[in-house]
């Protein structure tokens, strides 16, 4: 095999809806999502070995480039599907997403490197077959593959694409650097808090899907008086975490914003608007406050695609 090496981006997702339905057999929540991947980028370069050796390096210093890193685990999981031990690869990161953050910044970086590491090692594996192997990995890896704007199911892995969203809104995104906040702590309390008006049946999922297969709210958020959005862990984690609060404040005091919400677990918050100059202007025209508030924030637009090789057609970044 000659060394070969590719440059895959990753991009972050925001969840424009999050309902959690109830709680599964396996212990996971079931779920009815609207995930949108947005133009905050990671990029994952990896060069091709072939002595078995696996390596990762990361541009930010707070995060482990251990074994628990979801990188080295989605490599390790295919390799082990293949069965060819020497397969290794240096994987370099370049992290711009905030860890922690309710914006799929570990699962994106995982479908990367499976799409990356099926390229560079020549594994010809087909795209459900790499979308099997991130649902191991955790619940929000297969959306990261297409990204775009889709409604989830199940625990995440169950995918149905939507209209794309693309140039109908942006957002201005906002979060504490100095927080970040644990899924599975999130989906705790909401079972604490909530656990006992989960629905119970399948037959009481289903119809709540095909309600939101055919709900309104799925059509751009452009008009004048949207419904707000949803998310029911915004409602268990936002009351007992200051650095969600302080957020959703902010983004509430913002004139021109058409609706705002936590993404995911959190803590990271967004408001829409319905164009980039007009989230930049927001950012631009409140930047001492945001300052203030102790707040980080991005103006991203929404982009129609998940884990990419750079050189593919969309060179807008
Ligand atoms: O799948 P992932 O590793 O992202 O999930 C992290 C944790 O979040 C799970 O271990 C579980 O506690 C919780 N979770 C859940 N239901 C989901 C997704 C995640 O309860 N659908």
Redesign the pocket.
């Known amino acids: 095999m000659g060394i070969k090496s590719v440059k895959v981006f990753a991009p972050a997702k925001i969840n424009l809806h999050l309902e959690v339905l109830g709680l ?1 057999c396996d ?5 009815a999502m609207v995930m949108q991947s947005i133009n905050l980028f990671d990029q994952i370069e990896i060069i091709a070995q072939d002595k078995g050796v696996l390596s990762l390096s990361s541009s930010e210093a707070g995060l482990s480039c251990g074994e628990e890193n979801l990188i080295i685990k989605a490599a390790k999981l295919l390799r082990q599907l293949v069965g060819l031990d020497d397969l290794g690869a240096e994987i370099k990161l370049i992290k711009n997403i905030p860890i922690g953050a309710g914006l799929a910044g570990g ?1 994106t970086d995982a479908a990367a490197t499976l799409v990356g590491l099926n390229s560079a090692w020549d594994l010809g594996l087909s795209k459900s077959q790499l979308i099997a192997l991130g649902a191991q ?4 890896v297969p959306f990261c593959f297409d990204g775009g704007t889709q409604l989830t199911f ?3 892995e169950s995918l149905e694409p939507l209209r794309s969203m693309v140039n109908t809104m942006a957002i201005l995104l906002v979060k504490d650097p100095l927080v970040s906040v644990s ?2 702590w ?3 309390l909401s ?1 604490k808090v909530n656990g006992s008006r989960y629905l119970k049946e399948e037959s009481e999922y289903e119809l709540r899907r095909a309600q939101l297969r055919k709900a309104s709210w799925l059509n751009p958020l452009t008009s004048s008086n949207p419904p707000p959005l949803i998310n029911d862990l915004q409602k268990v984690v936002a009351p007992v975490t200051p650095a969600v609060l302080n957020a959703l404040d902010f983004l509430a005091s913002l004139p021109g914003a058409i609706s705002f919400a936590m993404s995911g ?1 959190g803590p990271s918050c967004f408001a829409l608007y319905p164009d980039l100059p007009s989230a930049n202007s927001a950012l631009k025209s409140n930047s001492e406050r945001i300052k203030a508030a102790g707040l980080n924030a991005w103006c991203c637009e929404f982009v129609d695609k998940g884990a990419h090789f750079q050189n593919s057609e969309n060179n807008s970044f």
């Open positions: 599964r212990g996971f929540h079931e779920l699962s990995l955790g619940s929000d199940g625990r995440g899924t599975p999130a989906y705790s079972k677990s």
